[in-house]
């Protein structure tokens, strides 16, 4: 079982930076493929940007795609998204996810969520 714990949200102008930090803890934390969600006021959670365990494959969602990069840290248990060139619509509350495959069952866990507003 892991535990995640999201940092680093918080109130940016549009065109600003942030970085979001999941720090998790627990065991194998290499072996979890990582990703990045956000759930905007109204809409559904949607997939933003998805680390494999290694960190040697990334995905991204269209909308973020050439702004948004998510990296990983085995050593330190961590996973971040650096956001660049925020915009109005990226407002939205960004949680973490760890997922990991045992014996063909899925294991899906899920930080608390950190809120990010771009606003002028």
């Known amino acids: 079982q892991v535990q995640l714990v999201e940092s680093g949200g918080g109130l940016v102008q549009p065109g600003g930076s942030l970085r979001l930090s999941c720090a998790a803890s627990?065991?194998?934390?290499?072996?979890?493929?990582m990703s990045w969600y956000r759930q905007a006021p109204g809409k559904e959670r949607e997939l933003v940007a998805a680390?494999?365990?290694?960190?040697?494959?990334?995905t991204y969602a269209d909308s973020v795609k050439g702004r948004f990069t998510i990296s990983r840290d085995n050593a330190k248990n961590t996973v971040y998204l650096q956001m660049d060139s925020l915009k109005p619509e990226d407002t939205a509350v960004y949680y973490c996810?760890?997922?990991?495959?045992?014996?063909?069952?899925?294991?899906?866990?899920w930080g608390q969520g950190t809120q990010v507003t771009v606003s002028s």
């Open positions: 627990g065991s194998s934390f290499s072996s979890y493929a």
């Open positions: 680390a494999t365990s290694a960190g040697g494959s990334t």
């Open positions: 996810n760890a997922k990991i495959r045992i014996f063909g069952k899925e294991f899906t866990y």
